[in-house]
């Protein structure tokens, strides 16, 4: 037999999962919402970026004299990267942790066409925009537009970026199939 309470408990679970569900994906609505907790490359130092993210003890030493300070996260084997040279962030890799929280379709809409399209070396399936004077660039799934990755970088122009970021992104499909 139902009572009022086993129905008001049963309406308050029913809410919380639908906000729970809903809470995933939300359209941003300007650039700035896109960065990663506010941490900008090229105006954030590392001492700020390290306060909001936190320190991490896991560190990679790279070829450019950078060093990349690595995250894990909820997605096993996918971990976030802040990447520092001197004092400065010059890089982020953060990955998307529920494949609905955006859109590729959100970020054409809210900073127009790509400079830059290409392909990811990640997977044959995932694809890129890249947004070089905005100092962005978003890999996302090719069936349904889902951005797992967004990558920052100190805005550019489209040539800075191809000597440096565009490498890194084929604008060829570059598997042999």
Do not use: W
């Not at 941003?28 to 001492?47: C, H, V």
Request: proline share 4%.
């Amino acid at each position: 037999m139902l009572t009022k309470t086993n129905i008001f408990i049963a309406v308050l679970i029913g809410l919380t999962l639908l906000l729970k569900a809903g809470a995933a994906y939300c359209e941003p609505k300007n650039a700035d919402e896109l960065y990663y907790k506010n941490i900008i490359p090229g105006k954030t130092t590392a001492d700020e970026a390290f306060k909001i993210a936190g320190k991490t003890e896991k560190t990679r030493k790279n070829d450019d004299n950078t060093v990349s300070h690595i995250y894990e996260t909820k997605k096993a084997g996918y971990p976030n990267e802040i990447t520092v040279k001197g004092e400065q962030v010059v890089h982020m890799a953060i990955t998307i942790e529920d494949t609905g929280e955006l859109y590729i379709k959100d970020v054409h809409k809210l900073l127009g066409e790509p400079k830059r399209k290409g392909y990811s070396f990640y997977a044959f399936t995932l694809r890129v925009s890249a947004y070089p004077e905005q100092g962005m660039v978003f890999i996302y799934e090719d069936n349904g537009g889902a951005v797992v990755e967004k990558q920052f970088f100190a805005k550019c122009t489209l040539e800075e970026f191809e000597k440096t970021f565009g490498k890194n992104f084929p604008e060829k499909y570059p598997y042999k199939m």
